[in-house]
């Protein structure tokens, strides 16, 4: 899901940057800001942030003594993406193992679908191995799939989201491309 959020932020910008007018001020927050807000990808709380839309207020600078840079608090909106347990979302399957499959949803690259949780499906081996049911709908690697967020767990170490998914529901499954 999708979600607007206004956030604080410390900037810290290098006294040689600023200028005595001020002009340059906003647009090194905003490229101290952009660098701190890519370098940081996630959060439990908030999901991957995906981008930065609007600077909503830049407050007083202090200079900081040992490093000679000058903190500005700022806050700001923007976008970000969390997965939520009850979701129905569409992922691409990445790769394909004996007992399921992986997927990627937008920023999420580890979404599992076990086999037990693919009714009806079957492994079929092979140099490119599929699942498969009677209908010979098949589940591949680029296949988009309608799914159903079972789970979600916060990998604090590598600030990423894994997920648990099924099929099992109404209108989950490949999605044809016609």
Same mark, same amino acid.
């Given at each position: 899901?999708? #979600?607007?959020?206004q +956030?604080?932020?410390?900037?810290?910008?290098?006294a040689?940057?600023?200028?005595?007018k001020?002009?340059?001020?906003? /647009?090194?927050i +905003?490229? @101290?800001?952009l660098?701190?807000?890519? =370098?940081?990808?996630a959060t439990?709380?908030?999901?991957?942030? #995906?981008?930065?839309?609007?600077l909503?207020?830049?407050?007083?600078?202090?200079? /900081?003594? !040992?490093t000679?840079?000058?903190?500005f608090?700022?806050?700001? =909106?923007?976008?970000?993406? &969390?997965? *939520?347990?009850?979701?129905? #979302? @569409?992922?691409v399957? !990445?790769?394909?193992?004996?007992?399921?499959v *992986?997927l990627?949803?937008?920023p999420?690259?580890?979404v599992? +679908? =076990?086999? =037990?949780l693919?009714?009806d499906y079957?492994?079929?081996?092979g140099e490119?191995p599929i699942?498969?049911?009677d &209908?010979?709908?098949?589940? @591949?690697?680029?296949t988009?799939v /309608?799914f #159903?967020?079972?789970?979600?767990q916060?990998?604090?170490a590598? /600030?990423?989201? @894994?997920?648990l998914a099924s099929l099992?529901?109404?209108?989950l499954?490949?999605i044809?491309?016609?």
């Open positions: 899901m999708f #979600l607007k959020v +956030i604080p932020w410390n900037v810290m910008i290098p040689e940057t600023m200028d005595a001020g002009l340059m001020l906003k /647009r090194e +905003i490229v @101290q800001l660098e701190a807000f890519a =370098s940081k990808k439990n709380e908030l999901g991957y942030y #995906l981008t930065v839309t609007d909503d207020k830049i407050g007083e600078g202090k200079i /900081r003594e !040992h000679g840079e000058v903190m608090p700022v806050v700001f =909106s923007g976008i970000t993406f &969390k997965i *939520f347990t009850g979701e129905i #979302l @569409q992922g399957v !990445h790769k394909i193992l004996k007992h399921g *992986f990627r949803c937008g999420v690259e580890n599992y +679908i =076990s086999n =037990s693919m009714p079957k492994f079929v081996h490119n699942f498969m049911n &209908k010979m709908s098949r589940i @591949q690697v680029e988009t /309608r #159903l967020v079972v789970a979600t916060w990998m604090d590598e /600030r990423e989201f @894994q997920a099992k529901g109404d209108y499954g490949p044809s491309e016609e």
